[in-house]
């Protein structure tokens, strides 16, 4: 058996695109969950106080910002997967391992981050519906956990 054929098997693009669906999944997940459980607290404020609803509608869109960034990870790391060429792969399996954990921290650090601005954008959305004073406060805990995902 050949060097590159060690170095380069079939298999090694499965890895990278694994990485790829792993960065994009669970990315989506956590925006997805972000956005349920902040929509429901901002739905629960509204009924006592409609005037603020647009105003809180800041942790939906944060969490809908991390799927944008499992998004663009996955592009990026599906760019530089190599089709193989004449029957051989130009596609190293350390390269496709390097895809596969690239996607898998960036998914999985959206999850968590789209979980934070869940949690913290039903509390705090029900919390400045009952005092306004604690709008910032919110702010500023969604903007900590908006910046999980950007590892």
Do not use: W
């Amino acid at each position: 058996m050949s060097v590159e054929m060690e170095t380069c098997p079939a298999s090694a693009p499965f890895f990278g695109f694994m990485g790829v669906t792993s960065a994009l999944v669970f990315a989506n997940i956590g925006a997805a969950y972000g956005t349920a459980k902040s929509g429901v607290g901002i739905s629960s404020m509204g009924v006592m106080n409609p005037g603020l609803v647009m105003r809180n509608i800041i942790p939906v869109v944060m969490a809908g910002v991390l799927g944008i960034y499992g998004l663009i990870v996955a592009v990026i790391i599906q760019g530089s997967i190599v089709s193989p060429q004449n029957g051989l792969s130009q596609y190293s399996l350390y390269t496709g391992f390097a895809h596969l954990a690239a996607g898998l921290c960036c998914g999985l650090s959206g999850l968590a981050a789209g979980m934070a601005i869940g949690i913290v954008g039903d509390a705090g959305v029900r919390a400045v519906g009952q005092q306004e004073k604690l709008f910032v406060g919110m702010i500023l805990i969604l903007i900590f956990a908006e910046a999980l995902g950007l590892y």
